[in-house]
C-alpha cells in the first residue's frame, strides 16, 4: 500500500518519509486563515463516521451482491462518496471520463484516499499487491470489489498479471493502477513502470490518465513506514482537506508504437499540475462539486493499494 524498501519493478522505493512529508503541515493559503486543525471532538466524530460507512457497505455487500451489476455499481459509487465525505474530504472532479467501454485508468499515488476517489468516478478492478487481502477490514473490501491481488516483488509475476489485466479489459472491464508502484508524498512523483501498459495495448483500449491533488499535501500524504492510524486521524483533524481529481482526455492506446511510449504519454498527462487545484482550500468547494472546464493541468504521486 505505501512505501517499501523492497526494490523491484512493483514496489519501487520512494524517498518520501512520514517526518518530511506527514509531520509538517503547509502554511494556510491565504493571510488571516485560521490553523487548519480541525477540533478533537469533531475529528471523532468523522473518523466515527468515516469507519461507519466502511462497515456499513461490508455489511450490506453480501446483499448487494444479488442486484443487478447496474444497480450494484450505482449503489458502491455512492457508498464511496458516503465514505469520503464522512472523512471530512472535500472533493472536485475535474473533466468527463468515457462513460463506457475498456478503459485502462492510471493515476499519481499520494494516499489511501486515492483509491475511493478514483472508484467514486471511475470502477473497476483495482491492482494491489496481495498483502492487501489479508489486511482487516480493508482486505475484506478489496476482494469484494474485484481486486486483481498480484505478487509485486519479483519480475516473475509480471506477464501472469499482464494477462490477467488485459483479461480483463479485453472483456470490456476497466483495470485501475497506479504505476509509480508506491505512494509519493505529492511534491514528486516516480516513474510510470511500463508493464501495465502492456495490457491496453495487448487489449487495444484507451488509457484514461487522472491527476490527484490535495489540499494541504501534507495531511492525504500516506508514505513510507506510516501507521494507517495516524493517517486516518490526520485526514480528519484537518479543516477543509481538499482533494481535486482532473481527468484529462483518454489517451488511444493504439496510436502509440510500444508501451514505452504509451507510459511517457500517460506520465505527461498526469504530470500536468491545473491552475485551479491552486484554489483546492476554499471553503465553497462541496464536497461532489464538478466542474465541467478542463484546467490546465495537476501534480502529484502516491497512495495504497
Not at 24 to 48: I, Q, Y
Not at 228 to 238: D, E, K
Request: charged residues 15%; aromatic residues 4%; contains cysteine.
Amino acid at each position: 500500500m505505501n512505501g517499501t524498501t523492497a526494490l523491484s519493478p512493483w514496489l519501487p522505493t520512494a524517498p518520501c518519509t512520514p517526518g518530511h512529508c506527514a509531520a509538517h503541515p503547509e502554511p494556510a493559503h491565504h493571510a488571516g486563515t485560521p490553523p487548519a486543525g480541525a477540533g478533537a471532538v469533531r475529528a471523532s466524530v468523522r473518523l466515527a463516521a468515516g469507519l461507519g460507512a466502511v462497515l456499513l457497505g461490508v455489511l450490506l455487500a453480501p446483499a448487494a451482491a444479488l442486484l443487478p451489476a447496474a444497480v450494484r455499481l450505482a449503489l458502491v459509487r455512492r457508498w464511496l462518496r458516503a465514505v469520503v465525505r464522512a472523512f471530512g474530504v472535500r472533493v472536485r472532479y475535474e473533466g468527463a471520463p468515457a462513460a463506457t467501454g475498456p478503459l485502462l485508468v492510471v493515476a499519481n499515488h499520494v494516499s489511501w484516499l486515492d483509491i475511493p476517489l478514483i472508484a467514486a468516478v471511475l470502477p473497476g478492478r483495482m491492482v494491489a499487491k496481495a498483502e492487501v487481502r489479508r489486511w482487516p477490514v480493508l482486505g475484506t473490501i478489496a476482494a469484494l470489489g474485484g481486486t486483481l491481488f498480484i505478487d509485486r516483488d519479483g519480475l516473475r509475476a509480471l506477464p501472469g498479471t499482464v494477462r490477467a489485466m488485459a483479461g480483463v479489459l479485453a472483456d470490456g472491464g476497466r483495470v485501475i493502477v497506479f504505476p509509480e508502484g508506491s505512494t509519493w508524498c505529492g511534491r514528486a512523483g516516480g516513474r510510470f513502470r511500463r508493464a501495465a501498459f502492456q495490457a491496453a495495448l495487448d487489449a487495444g483500449c484507451a488509457v484514461q490518465p487522472v491527476r490527484i491533488d490535495y489540499r494541504p499535501t501534507d495531511a492525504a500524504a500516506y508514505v513510507a513506514d506510516d501507521p494507517l492510524g495516524s493517517s486516518l486521524w490526520r485526514v480528519v483533524s484537518t479543516r477543509r482537506l481538499t482533494a481535486v481529481v482532473r481527468m484529462p482526455e483518454p489517451l488511444p492506446g493504439l496510436r502509440h508504437p510500444d508501451r514505452r511510449t504509451l507510459a511517457a504519454a500517460a506520465q505527461r498527462a498526469v504530470a500536468q499540475r491545473a491552475v485551479a487545484s491552486d484554489s483546492a482550500n476554499l471553503p465553497s468547494l462541496s464536497v461532489h462539486q464538478r466542474s465541467r472546464s478542463r484546467p490546465a493541468s495537476a501534480s502529484s504521486a502516491r497512495t495504497p493499494a
